[in-house]
């Protein structure tokens, strides 16, 4: 695939000329935020206000708002809930490149989100695909009354009496004020929410998107901009108008013109679900740390759930409340429901459809001619606190808050409560989001995505007063889990109250959250969350972790929106958590495959007939890691392959040769191999087929005593984006923290960065808890100390733990990236020159790394230092800055050993030897078993040692079976261990049938 380099194709849904997605985004927290959450938070201050003597209403307001940052809130609302899921999704970010499905699914989003407005509703909560808008009745929050089992202003107790809905003399407005302020608004939101869900599924349904592409190779000449015309071209068509099984919408044209291109369309359907139901619910905000959570909770949410699961594509389902309200006005004021075709589904859920039925500006002034127009003034969340922190200004004797006029005041001051509750109001935008506020990002990232099941489905008190308790445990569940997270640098991305139970998603890999080793990370943060809820709240979890490339960006319209995380892998992490027991762990293949063998082991967990797939899906469940408390067992089959090759010749002739060749060069330089050197760096690139042992190889090189014991090891991050410097961000952080004016960067930063998640991983690195170098100490050569700052950009996303300078602004930005190579070059080798110790830089896949990357290990081995480089690789011909990795200079290219059949068999017996200590293993030494093992193993490393402990844990089974079976007390051998010299040949048997009846992959 070939995209027009100059421009891109427009679509149903594509830009006008000079048009920008980032022009009109609302970057305030009006957009992430709806206003149900915004008044939510001002009552629950203002109550807290009002409770305190007017002249101590200022300590009032700032003691609420701490308050709040550790217990959140709750309040009941009554309104029409409308819940649209979009079915298609994942197909497109499969089949589009990202910034046309960023295109694509916000402008579709848009056209949802407008009619929701349009209707004088908003939207509360994003779900993925799917998202959730409210029409609250206004003021109905304000009453305490306001309770679920027919008392009070209840939204499932329909109060249609003529003096309630105004049917009788002139009167009866007032009367219905008086007898039931809420019940004719709230009806009149119903109507509105479902013939908005008519408006969307007859508008947004079978939505096609479609894309022409040119597929073509360009020849040189076609690259060039003046080859391509600039004029729309004849090419343009339109979807048949005759085909009334799909919906038309709109036109596909070629912005550039190629006579000798080859065109490939690429074409979508997107298609909406909706349901609707209606009642009392609660919102619901939960804090931790530096993010915080709303959602809804109540049986509105159970219904508008089984609502939308029972409609079909471009299908309305109302719940069986919302369908009696619907008859009742029609029998008594509005002639409505007499245009709509009920047809009963199942338990008195309805399917409701309008034949015919009219535009939506026809369906609007429905409620103009009624006087039903939307009442809501629309005030922001920054007039909203200001009017708060005004009104409590007013009744403030003593001036806590100041003398100074309220429009006069900083609203940026730290120690101002405006300050504050607009802080408080980000904490709900995703971390990842918050350094690039006002623009829409999109990229496709390598993650590592968390889905959390919590067994915690608890109904709505039958009063308001019992709200506390709710309110309780999910800030105390959100606490938890939240620390087990951000602990570890991950982040959260939602924490959600629906149909499927109460669940939190978080994930590790995006801005702000990269971490060395992101699979064992994850399960560990999973393990700690599970253990803490079973210990402190007898709570039981099943958590889904999958890693994959997927779409990360935010996900709506301009003027509301989510960051999301969109793409088959995440959708796989929250099948795995849904099919998974209490108490369990699931993980998808990918990560298993990355994560095992260094500091996890999984057992196979069978398979998974899941949605979306055609063939069952297999699932892997951690079983034990290097904390678990096992002993010696805990590092088994990784400790037998890297202990394996540490006594190979191999790796102990490379040990004696780097040694060799560091104090020849020590010697001939007149410095002892500890001093400070300089010397020319020097890498080992050890080539290998994946699966062969590349990683155990070096690692087994690296754990040698007599390097790891003189040398500063320096582990670079395993390649999973193209992200800036991306292998080397561990290093780079590992070095800065170490000095002095670094540590006291962050301390200064500490209050105006407090909810950037970079300084949270900062605060975390273990490296923070040892000794600094003295103050004063030079980070580099003084030439480069005034471009330092460039690390900021392009490692640490903006991030200013470098102070920033002139010179460096001054740059260009095609000189900023050489320059910023040269720093980081610097920078390594300064810290060695300081550590006075040669060190070592393992780099696994080096063949993948980001160009960056690339460009930093070239400068590396360019400049003087006593440092050996060494990683593994595939494919040689993969060049850094041009020049192919075994044509580097210093460069010495070794070949892991290739397994055969003989070290297979070899590493089989080495594993077996950690179970079954023995001396002579010559018994099982048959030709069949050598060939059945290689046969199973495919020569692979650690599927070699999994064999042969899956073989051990079977045989153990076996023998303690055996031994309960014939209760034989006086048996000299012991269970699962033979005694030397007792290699029998029903041992060799046993292996024999394991071998013979295990599948051709053995891990089934």
Not at 280 to 287: E, F, K, N, T
Not at 899 to 927: G, Y
Not at 960 to 971: I, R, Y
Request: aromatic share 8%; glycine share 6%; with cysteine.
């Amino acid at each position: 695939e070939s995209l027009a380099m100059w421009g891109s194709c427009s679509t149903a849904m594509s830009l006008g000329p000079g048009e920008s997605l980032e022009q009109e985004v609302d970057s305030s927290v009006n957009a992430i935020v709806p206003r149900t959450l915004v008044r939510q938070l001002i009552d629950t201050l203002q109550n807290d206000v009002e409770s305190a003597p007017p002249e101590l209403h200022g300590n009032a307001l700032r003691e609420s708002i701490v308050k709040y940052k550790s217990e959140g809130s709750i309040q009941r609302h009554r309104g029409a809930l409308l819940f649209v899921d979009i079915s298609g999704f994942t197909h497109l970010s499969q089949n589009y490149p990202v910034e046309d499905f960023k295109n694509f699914i916000n402008r579709y989003f848009t056209k949802i989100i407008d009619l929701v407005i349009s209707f004088g509703g908003e939207v509360v909560k994003f779900a993925g695909d799917a998202l959730y808008a409210l029409w609250a009745t206004s003021g109905s929050h304000c009453d305490d009354s306001m309770n679920v089992d027919g008392s009070g202003t209840n939204g499932s107790e329909i109060n249609f009496d003529d003096d309630a809905i105004g049917i009788g003399d002139d009167d009866s407005e007032t009367t219905a004020n008086n007898n039931d302020g809420h019940s004719l608004s709230h009806a009149t939101n119903i109507e509105k929410c479902t013939l908005c869900a008519i408006a969307i599924k007859a508008t947004c349904n079978n939505f096609k998107v479609s894309k022409f592409y040119n597929t073509r190779q360009m020849s040189d000449k076609a690259v060039d901009p003046n080859f391509y015309s600039m004029q729309p071209p004849d090419l343009s068509r339109r979807f048949s108008e005759g085909d009334n099984s799909l919906r038309i919408q709109g036109e596909v044209l070629y912005n550039f013109q190629d006579k000798h291109a080859e065109y490939e369309e690429r074409g979508a359907a997107l298609n909406v679900y909706c349901g609707v139901s209606e009642g009392v619910m609660a919102g619901v905000d939960v804090v931790a740390s530096n993010r915080a959570e709303f959602f809804l909770v109540g049986k509105p949410l159970k219904d508008v759930a089984k609502a939308e699961y029972l409609a079909g594509p471009g299908e309305l389902v109302v719940s069986p409340s919302v369908y009696e309200y619907l008859q009742r006005r029609e029998a008594m004021m509005s002639n409505l429901a007499t245009k709509l075709v009920f047809a009963h589904v199942e338990s008195g859920f309805q399917l409701v459809s309008w034949p015919n039925h009219p535009t939506v500006d026809e369906m609007l002034s429905i409620f103009e001619d009624r006087g039903e127009k939307n009442t809501d003034n629309f005030l922001d969340a920054q007039s909203l606190i200001k009017e708060l922190v005004q009104n409590t200004h007013k009744t403030t004797r003593s001036t806590e808050i100041g003398d100074i006029p309220l429009e006069n005041t900083d609203l940026a001051s730290e120690s101002s409560p405006q300050s504050d509750l607009l802080s408080l109001l980000e904490y709900h935008r995703h971390e990842a989001a918050r350094d690039v506020v006002g623009r829409f990002t999109a990229e496709l990232r390598k993650v590592v995505v968390l889905f959390i099941s919590i067994k915690y489905e608890p109904n709505l008190p039958i009063s308001s007063k019992d709200d506390s308790v709710l309110l309780e445990n999910f800030q105390r569940i959100f606490s938890i889990i939240s620390e087990s997270v951000s602990s570890r640098s991950g982040q959260v991305r939602q924490f959600i109250n629906d149909d499927k139970g109460t669940v939190f998603i978080a994930s590790f890999c995006l801005r702000g959250s990269v971490v060395l080793h992101p699979s064992e990370t994850a399960v560990e943060a999973a393990k700690e969350a599970q253990n803490a809820l079973l210990e402190t709240m007898e709570m039981q979890c099943s958590v889904g972790i999958s890693l994959g490339k997927i779409f990360c960006g935010e996900t709506g319209s301009f003027q509301r929106y989510e960051y999301s995380l969109l793409g088959p892998s995440v959708n796989l992490s929250a099948r795995l958590m849904a099919k998974g027991a209490w108490g369990q762990i699931n993980c998808d293949e990918e990560l298993r495959n990355h994560a095992k063998g260094r500091r996890l082991f999984f057992k196979n967990g069978g398979f998974h007939k899941l949605k979306g797939y055609e063939m069952p899906v297999p699932f892997f469940v951690p079983i034990r890691d290097k904390n678990d408390g096992q002993g010696e067992e805990k590092d088994e089959e990784q400790d037998d392959v890297v202990t394996y090759f540490m006594q190979k010749a191999e790796v102990l002739g490379l040990v004696d040769d780097i040694l060799e060749k560091r104090e020849q060069n020590c010697r001939g330089n007149g410095t002892s191999t500890t001093s400070e050197t300089q010397l020319r760096p020097r890498i080992i690139i050890v080539e290998g087929d994946e699966g062969r042992g590349k990683n155990a190889f070096i690692a087994a090189t690296m754990n040698q005593t007599a390097l790891s014991s003189t040398s500063v090891i320096m582990e670079a991050n395993r390649c999973f984006h193209d992200d800036p410097f991306y292998c080397f961000i561990p290093i780079i952080t590992m070095i800065l923290l170490s000095f002095s004016e670094s540590r006291d960067r962050l301390v200064s930063l500490k209050k105006r960065q407090k909810g950037s998640s970079i300084l949270s991983s900062f605060l975390a690195n273990d490296v923070i808890h040892t000794p600094p170098f003295p103050r004063g100490t030079a980070m580099v050569e003084s030439r480069l100390k005034p471009f330092l700052s460039l690390v900021n950009g392009f490692v640490f996303k903006g991030f200013p733990l470098l102070k920033s300078s002139p010179e460096a602004k001054r740059l260009k930005d095609s000189e900023k990236v050489e320059k910023c190579v040269e720093v980081l070059s610097s920078l390594i080798v300064r810290f060695l020159e300081l550590k006075e110790r040669p060190g070592i830089i393992s780099v696994c896949e080096m063949d993948s790394i980001d160009i960056y990357s690339k460009k930093l290990l070239h400068s590396i081995l360019s400049s003087d230092g006593n440092l050996l480089i060494i990683g593994g690789a595939e494919d040689l011909s993969v060049t850094l800055d041009l020049e192919p990795l075994s044509s580097l200079e210093g460069a010495t290219v070794i070949s892991s050993p290739r397994p055969d059949q003989k070290s297979t068999f070899d590493l089989f017996r080495w594993s077996l030897s950690r179970q079954f200590p023995r001396e002579d293993f010559k018994a099982i030494d048959s030709p069949d078993v050598v060939d059945k093992i290689f046969q199973l193993s495919g020569g692979m490393t650690h599927a070699t040692a999994q064999l042969a402990h899956t073989f051990g844990t079977h045989y153990q089974r076996e023998q303690q079976s055996l031994d309960q079976d014939e209760n034989n007390d006086d048996l000299d051998i012991q269970v699962g261990l033979p005694e030397a010299g007792t290699m029998t040949m029903d041992f060799l048997s046993r292996l024999r049938t394991f071998l013979d009846d295990a599948p051709s992959d053995f891990e089934e």
